[in-house]
């Protein structure tokens, strides 16, 4: 399964765009690449994906590389509610009955200062 | 919308008793899974299924069982409870494979003494 590296931890300021890096360079075509955040005593809570084309939605962006080898997920404005372990992860479409399962590494550690 | 509801959130153990945990989805997804984490880790998967009536073993399925009889529940089992079993455990539910998020519940914290 591929792997992907994270910093083990960031910091912010409130208020502040965050860019969260993440390298996966062994990534097949089939791969997704899945962001997701837990916060403390709480389950993964998804927060962006995609497969080539950079995406936005509500709560992010992502930015793929043109290689695929590495992402950025971008928090635009930092708030306190942002700090959470956030995990990058590939997701591969398998088919005939494969599961298409998360490989959680131990992500990266955002602390957000007001 | 109470989407993954997981029952129970905490429960204690002796060594060698059983019990099950019950995960239950409202979204209609046709994929379940079943994760465990321990301190100051990532999720690991122990099985899954990918529709009512199959189950599939996947990283961690040492010492449980699985059944999903029904498309909204995934129920996961503990025969002979043990230490080393102590941990997190989060329920997923999604649409498909890979392509679609998946969406957790708040997880059971169980300790096994």
């Known amino acids: 399964d591929a792997k992907t590296t994270q910093p083990n931890s960031m910091e912010s300021n409130e208020e502040e765009p965050v860019h969260l890096p993440c390298n996966h360079s062994?990534?097949?075509?089939?791969?997704?690449i899945h962001w997701y955040r837990q916060l403390p005593s709480q389950g993964p809570e998804y927060v962006i994906h995609?497969?080539?084309s950079n995406v936005n939605n509500r709560m992010a962006s992502l930015a793929i590389a043109e290689d695929r080898k590495s992402s950025t997920l971008i928090l635009h404005r930092a708030t306190l509610r942002d700090a959470a372990v956030y995990y990058c992860i590939l997701s591969q479409v398998v088919y005939g009955g494969s599961h298409g399962n998360l490989i959680f590494g131990k992500g990266t550690k955002l602390s957000v200062k007001p | 919308n109470a989407g993954v509801t997981q029952t129970p959130k905490f429960r204690v153990l002796k060594t060698g008793q059983s019990m099950t945990l019950l995960c239950a989805q409202d979204m209609n997804h046709e994929y379940m899974y079943w994760y465990r984490q321990d301190p100051g880790m990532g999720l690991r998967l122990i099985h899954y299924s990918v529709g009512e009536g199959t189950t599939a073993k996947g990283e961690v399925p040492d010492g449980y069982n699985v059944s999903r009889l029904k498309k909204q529940n995934f129920l996961l089992g503990l025969e002979s409870a043990a230490p080393s079993q102590t941990s997190v455990y989060f329920c997923?539910?999604?649409?498909?494979?890979?392509?679609?998020?998946?969406?957790f519940g708040d997880g059971t914290r169980l300790s096994i003494l």
């Open positions: 995609g497969l080539t």
């Open positions: 062994t990534i097949s075509g089939t791969d997704y």
């Open positions: 997923a539910s999604s649409y498909s494979l890979g392509s679609q998020p998946q969406h």
